[in-house]
């Protein structure tokens, strides 16, 4: 069923000050907060960040590219319930103190919080009380994240459902990264369909461009297997490690190199790992690379992939990796994870089990050997993020949704629908998705 068209009045007045509010990852380390930032600043609004500190970016405060970004010190981690209260409870209370020196010295208009952390979302309660605007922005469903991290706290999961159930009502407008988390903020949650957004993780323009390979090395006459993300429980890089084991000693086959860019909380773990295996010969940790190289690394892989494993979180994820894989026209193998399908289609190998490391060295092994196949598949991805998934496409959304608020200190009734790129990424009946599903190779045990 077609959906009404968004009522949107444009006039030079609508520009805002906008506050962002940032506590899982730093800025600018953070690609689509970073993205968001320079759209919305590109588009005329003041934009400020509020986030913590980071090995590579300590100052607190400095202006990035127009950006005024201020930074409180990280919070030490700890593990269990106490941990996440610190972490939530600690990085709470800083970014309440410095939006409202913020608010005081220079003032704003819209507070705009990037979640998890769900407890963010009292601030924008807060200064929705105040009279500013509420952009709650999903980049991952926290009650999912909660369990597929392996925890177990029954209380702590049940205050995650409430704080996400009470940011969704209380904000004047959601976005959600696809069309499962949107499903989420309007029918778990209660929020009104006509104030959900998608903005999609799409790649920025210059992975689009055309990059010189990066020279790993000791990579002559091996395939170069590649991983770009965070490392963390959820993320399934140990299950890559494991396919890359079992690519080795079962399926015989030496002549790649594994290489893994990025960090996150189990990276240690997992180089323990790869130790443990024999791997290092195998597969190389580069740690964090600075974003403008990412398209030089990754031009460098023959084979990218995203072992997120199948669960009900990474299900709800538009993974950016695997477009920035496909804007760089880069094969990819993938479990079968709802969003994963959706976004990359037949650019993807698809291995049916949830998180089988066998099955994966064998979907591997399969593209090591097929390089016609490889160019397909990249073909593929490549034309699918140039018909609207691109970073250049998507932000217009964004930029959209502060369109339809109307100048700064009114909120008019807004018939609030999907544009042509929500369509894309929300339609429930979209042939060219079943499509992909249905047709799209796929590895399984025999």
Excluded at 1 to 22: C, D, E, F, G, Q
Excluded at 192 to 205: E, K, S, T, Y
Excluded at 396 to 402: A, I, N, P, T
Aim: hydrophobic share 35%.
């Amino acid at each position: 069923m077609a959906a009404p068209k968004r009522k949107v009045s444009m006039t030079k007045s609508n520009k805002y000050r906008i506050l962002m509010i940032l506590e899982n990852e730093g800025y600018p380390e953070d690609s689509r907060v970073l993205l968001e930032a320079i759209a919305l600043r590109e588009a005329g609004h003041q934009v400020t960040v509020i986030c913590p500190t980071s090995k590579t970016f300590r100052r607190k405060f400095e202006v990035i590219d127009n950006v005024r970004v201020y930074r409180y010190p990280a919070p030490l981690e700890f593990d269990g319930v106490l941990g996440y209260a610190w972490e939530f409870g600690y990085s709470f209370l800083m970014a309440w103190f410095i939006s409202f020196y913020i608010l005081v010295r220079f003032g704003f208009d819209a507070i705009h919080i990037h979640m998890p952390p769900d407890l963010n979302g009292f601030l924008g309660v807060f200064y929705r009380l105040l009279g500013k605007k509420f952009v709650m922005d999903h980049h991952d469903l926290s009650p999912e994240l909660f369990s597929a991290q392996g925890k177990t706290s029954g209380m702590l999961k049940k205050l995650l459902y409430f704080f996400e159930k009470t940011s969704c009502r209380w904000a004047h407008r959601l976005i959600a990264t696809n069309e499962s988390q949107r499903d989420v903020q309007i029918n778990r949650c209660g929020a009104l369909a006509d104030h959900c957004f998608i903005v999609r993780n799409g790649p920025a323009q210059f992975f689009m461009e055309s990059h010189s390979p990066f020279e790993y090395e000791n990579s002559t006459g091996r395939k170069i297997i590649g991983y770009v993300g965070i490392m963390g429980t959820q993320d399934g890089v140990d299950v890559l490690i494991h396919a890359f084991d079992c690519l080795k000693n079962k399926l015989g086959r030496d002549d790649f190199l594994g290489v893994l860019i990025g960090n996150g909380p189990s990276v240690e773990d997992l180089k323990q790992l790869t130790i443990d295996l024999g791997l290092t010969d195998n597969v190389i940790f580069t740690g964090l690379v600075p974003f403008a190289d990412v398209p030089k690394y990754v031009a460098g892989f023959d084979i990218c992939t995203t072992p997120d494993p199948v669960n009900a979180y990474n299900s709800s994820c538009t993974t950016i990796k695997t477009m920035e894989y496909m804007a760089l026209s880069k094969p990819t193998i993938s479990f079968r994870t709802v969003e994963n399908q959706k976004t990359a289609g037949q650019s993807a190998i698809y291995v049916d089990s949830d998180c089988d490391p066998t099955l994966f060295a064998k979907a591997i092994k399969q593209l090591m050997d097929a390089p016609d196949q490889c160019r397909r598949l990249g073909d593929f991805g490549r034309q699918r993020i140039e018909s609207g998934l691109a970073w250049d496409h998507q932000k217009m959304e964004l930029v959209r949704l502060y369109q339809s608020f109307g100048s700064p200190g009114t909120l008019p009734s807004v018939d609030v629908s999907d544009s042509v790129l929500g369509k894309l990424s929300r339609s429930k009946t979209d042939k060219t998705s079943m499509s992909n599903n249905e047709s799209s190779e796929t590895v399984t045990s025999q």
